[in-house]
């Protein structure tokens, strides 16, 4: 009898599991905005493991928060699916010596609040990722990082204390979020 019991509740649980979603859900809802305009909304549901630590990501080194952090912001760096570095908010970077790297900010790109990235946006996010008063769970993988220069509007310098090969890596984890 427990044999049948264990074979049934398998069953069940393979074909909930298969559903032609998979999982997802996706919904429109009509809205209004402040201006009083038609607006249309996607909504997704998702299931997470379990609940993020931290919605800001640089304060917090959990998986959780990750899963979610990496599709609320971006970096100057990103990581393809094959692992290979490419720009992301960076249109281009360079180390223009044993410890400096140029970093030539993507133009038009702008927040949610239609504030647009620069060069001093990211040397703020980039100080208070370090700033010891906050004290970032993931600051350690920032540690050689002597100082953060803006040269122009989109042309910023990160001065390491010594060579620091493996900086774009880590501006591409989601530590290194703007």
């Known amino acids: 009898m427990k044999k049948y019991l264990v074979l049934i509740l398998s069953v069940l649980f393979v074909l909930s599991a298969c559903t032609d979603d998979g999982g997802v859900e996706e919904a429109a809802e009509e809205s209004t905005d402040v201006a009083g305009e038609e607006t249309s909304t996607e909504v997704i549901n998702m299931s997470l493991l379990s609940t993020p630590n931290s919605l800001d990501p640089h304060a917090a080194n959990d998986q959780p928060s990750y899963h979610v952090n990496v599709n609320i912001y971006e970096r100057l760096v990103e990581f393809t699916p094959e692992l290979n570095l490419e720009p992301g908010l960076a249109e281009s970077y360079e180390q223009i010596d044993d410890t400096t790297w140029e970093f030539i900010i993507r133009e038009g790109v702008e927040f ?50 010594s060579p620091f090969a493996a900086l774009p890596s880590h501006l591409a984890h989601t530590a290194g979020s703007i």
């Open 112 to 161: 949610h609040d239609g504030e647009e990235l620069n060069a001093e946006a990211v040397k703020v996010n980039l100080d208070r990722l370090r700033d010891e008063d906050v004290g970032s769970p993931v600051a350690f993988l920032f540690e050689l990082i002597e100082e953060v220069e803006v040269v122009d509007d989109y042309v910023l310098h990160i001065e390491t204390s």
